[in-house]
Structures are given as structure tokens and as C-alpha cells.
């Protein structure tokens, strides 16, 4: 196992290098013109943009510009030439409200996915099977832009049963304001999520029912329960476990962006839009490579996980 940890973590840091190359190519390489003057933006001056030539070395080898990029991406020190603020400073503020609607989401899928994927399992090939799988497929196919709408205006707007839109920290209305606040995002975003997990897992747990081990766990005389439980669930887990921790990474890493631009929860990912549709670059290139940190790094997490669970992944 620690041999198979170390291997996970020095192809970690391989990927994190390949993944800064290319967004360090991708906003100061590959575009035509200067960068300066893309990250100076429209309404800028000589002066500001030779400021920023020479703040961020682009009148230098691109070795020197790859490192003082990297530089400010390490210490923060990355301000947004258009609104002149900091932009980790924004990216801290809004952070919160992102994990917040993640988190509760994520949690909110997976119980719910593998609540469905066990039931539908269980009854499979009968009318309760089938009106899950269209429900699953309806859940999967509807943009999660126009549910938000949908959701915020009939129940937030019309009925008022929920608040329409908006953020409420924990220290101010309490827990249950927060929770009550964040309940349509969280659904909304969770419905997207639910119908795959519960195909995917009553796939794999009708495949799994099949196996060898689960014939002998049934001749040894356990129960149905227990053979669910101990031997058919723990091995249909390894697929979904690894599939929540992609899709957690990519809801981090900007997946969410349009849920929380609907319900106008100011988190990291309204950031990021507000960022594109003003061309403001700093912004953009510091949540860009720090989305798929945090990509990376979850899914070597996720990756050790598996190993633990099936002793044979650590071979690989």
C-alpha cells in the first residue's frame, strides 16, 4: 500500500506540473498579441500596460515568465488590473459559499443515487425499476440552468416557499437559515448527478449478485441482507466511490458555476463567470489552474481510496 501512495503522489505532482504548463501556455503562449494587454485590459494605458510587461517579466525568456507566474499563483500576489482588487482575496470570500453548495450537494446525490440504484436493483426489470430509470434519465437530460430558473421563480418567486436566491453565512442567521437558503441549489445540482449514480450502481450490483463469492457467501447461509450488505454493496461501491470523487472535483473546479450564477450565491464559480464576460484574465488564469489542483489532488485521494478497498488496484 505505501508503495502504491508514493506512486499515486509522484504522478500527482507530474500531472500538477503538466496542468500548470499548459495553463501558463494557454493565457501568455498561444493567444496572438501581448499579454500585457489582455490582462490590462480594454480600458488601459501605455503605462499601465508596460507596468505589467515588467511586473510580470513578459519582456523576458518564457522560462522567467512560467516562473513568475507560478510566483504569484504561490504567494497571492495576483490583482485583477480591471477591478483592482486581489484576487485571491475574492477567490477566499466567495470559497465558503462554492464548498457550502458542493459538499451539500455531493452528499445529497450520493444518498440519494445509491438509495435508488440499491431499491431499483432490488426490483429489477419491474414497473418500480422502470419509472426510476425514466426518472434518472429525465434528471440527467434537463439543463440545469433552466431547472434552476424554474425551480427559483415557482417556488421561490411564486410560492415562496424558499428564499429566491441568495447566501446567508452560518455566524449570521444560524445553521438552519443557511441550510434553508442553500436547499433549491442543492437539489438542483444534485439532480444531475442522482440518475447516473443509481443506473450505475444497480449495473454493477446486478452484475456483482452473479459472482462467485456472492454464490458462496448465499451457501454459507447468510441472508439476503447480509449478502447485500457485506459482500454485493462494498464491491458495487468502488465504481460510485470513484465517480463521486471526479464529479466532487469537477463541481469544485467550476461545475457549479451555473447553479450559483442562477441562485446568485456569489461563490467562486459567479466569480469566474463575471471574470470571463469581462475578459478579466488575472481571475480567470488563477481559478482555472486552482480548479484543476484541486481536480488532481481529489482524485489521487480518491484514487488511494480504491486501493484500499480492493487490495488488487494496488498492483497497477
Given at each position: 500500500m505505501g508503495r502504491f501512495i508514493i506512486r499515486r503522489l509522484v504522478g500527482m505532482v507530474i500531472v500538477l506540473f503538466a496542468v500548470s504548463v499548459i495553463v501558463f501556455a494557454i493565457f501568455n503562449v498561444i493567444p496572438n498579441g501581448a499579454p500585457e494587454n489582455r490582462m490590462a485590459g480594454k480600458q488601459s494605458t501605455p503605462q499601465q500596460i508596460e507596468a505589467i510587461r515588467r511586473e510580470w517579466g513578459f519582456d523576458k525568456p518564457i522560462t522567467t515568465q512560467y516562473v513568475k507566474m507560478m510566483e504569484k499563483l504561490a504567494t497571492g500576489d495576483l490583482v485583477s488590473y480591471q477591478q483592482q482588487r486581489n484576487v485571491f482575496d475574492e477567490i477566499k470570500q466567495g470559497l465558503p459559499h462554492t464548498l457550502?453548495?458542493?459538499?451539500?450537494?455531493?452528499?445529497?446525490?450520493?444518498?440519494?443515487?445509491?438509495?435508488?440504484?440499491?431499491?431499483?436493483?432490488?426490483?429489477?426489470?419491474?414497473?418500480?425499476?422502470?419509472?426510476?430509470?425514466?426518472?434518472?434519465?429525465?434528471?440527467?437530460?434537463?439543463?440545469?440552468?433552466?431547472?434552476?430558473?424554474?425551480?427559483?421563480?415557482?417556488?421561490?418567486?411564486?410560492?415562496?416557499?424558499?428564499?429566491?436566491?441568495?447566501?446567508?453565512?452560518?455566524?449570521?442567521?444560524?445553521?438552519?437559515?443557511?441550510?434553508?437558503?442553500?436547499?433549491?441549489?442543492?437539489?438542483?445540482?444534485?439532480?444531475?448527478?442522482?440518475?447516473?449514480?443509481?443506473?450505475?450502481?444497480?449495473?454493477?450490483i446486478l452484475e456483482t449478485q452473479n459472482e462467485d463469492f456472492v454464490r458462496t457467501a448465499r451457501a454459507k447461509g447468510l441472508s439476503e441482507k447480509q449478502v447485500m450488505r457485506r459482500h454485493v454493496l462494498r464491491t458495487s461501491m468502488i465504481p460510485i466511490i470513484t465517480l463521486w470523487g471526479l464529479d466532487f472535483g469537477i463541481v469544485i473546479g467550476g461545475g457549479a458555476i451555473l447553479t450559483e450564477a442562477v441562485f446568485d450565491l456569489q461563490g467562486v464559480g459567479q466569480y469566474y463567470a463575471e471574470s470571463v464576460s469581462q475578459l478579466d484574465v488575472p481571475p480567470v488564469m488563477a481559478i482555472t489552474i486552482l480548479g484543476a489542483v484541486f481536480i488532481v489532488v481529489l482524485n489521487t485521494i480518491v484514487d488511494i481510496l480504491y486501493a484500499a478497498l480492493d487490495p488488487r488496484i494496488r498492483l497497477s
Amino acid at each position: 500500500m505505501g508503495r502504491f501512495i508514493i506512486r499515486r503522489l509522484v504522478g500527482m505532482v507530474i500531472v500538477l506540473f503538466a496542468v500548470s504548463v499548459i495553463v501558463f501556455a494557454i493565457f501568455n503562449v498561444i493567444p496572438n498579441g501581448a499579454p500585457e494587454n489582455r490582462m490590462a485590459g480594454k480600458q488601459s494605458t501605455p503605462q499601465q500596460i508596460e507596468a505589467i510587461r515588467r511586473e510580470w517579466g513578459f519582456d523576458k525568456p518564457i522560462t522567467t515568465q512560467y516562473v513568475k507566474m507560478m510566483e504569484k499563483l504561490a504567494t497571492g500576489d495576483l490583482v485583477s488590473y480591471q477591478q483592482q482588487r486581489n484576487v485571491f482575496d475574492e477567490i477566499k470570500q466567495g470559497l465558503p459559499h462554492t464548498l457550502s453548495l458542493a459538499i451539500g450537494a455531493a452528499i445529497l446525490w450520493m444518498a440519494a443515487g445509491v438509495a435508488l440504484g440499491v431499491y431499483s436493483a432490488t426490483r429489477a426489470g419491474g414497473k418500480t425499476d422502470f419509472a426510476i430509470n425514466v426518472l434518472a434519465l429525465i434528471g440527467i437530460s434537463v439543463p440545469v440552468f433552466w431547472l434552476g430558473a424554474l425551480v427559483n421563480y415557482y417556488l421561490g418567486y411564486k410560492l415562496g416557499w424558499f428564499p429566491n436566491g441568495g447566501y446567508v453565512e452560518v455566524a449570521e442567521g444560524g445553521l438552519w437559515q443557511w441550510a434553508y437558503h442553500l436547499f433549491m441549489p442543492w437539489t438542483v445540482l444534485a439532480l444531475l448527478f442522482i440518475g447516473v449514480y443509481s443506473r450505475v450502481l444497480r449495473g454493477t450490483i446486478l452484475e456483482t449478485q452473479n459472482e462467485d463469492f456472492v454464490r458462496t457467501a448465499r451457501a454459507k447461509g447468510l441472508s439476503e441482507k447480509q449478502v447485500m450488505r457485506r459482500h454485493v454493496l462494498r464491491t458495487s461501491m468502488i465504481p460510485i466511490i470513484t465517480l463521486w470523487g471526479l464529479d466532487f472535483g469537477i463541481v469544485i473546479g467550476g461545475g457549479a458555476i451555473l447553479t450559483e450564477a442562477v441562485f446568485d450565491l456569489q461563490g467562486v464559480g459567479q466569480y469566474y463567470a463575471e471574470s470571463v464576460s469581462q475578459l478579466d484574465v488575472p481571475p480567470v488564469m488563477a481559478i482555472t489552474i486552482l480548479g484543476a489542483v484541486f481536480i488532481v489532488v481529489l482524485n489521487t485521494i480518491v484514487d488511494i481510496l480504491y486501493a484500499a478497498l480492493d487490495p488488487r488496484i494496488r498492483l497497477s
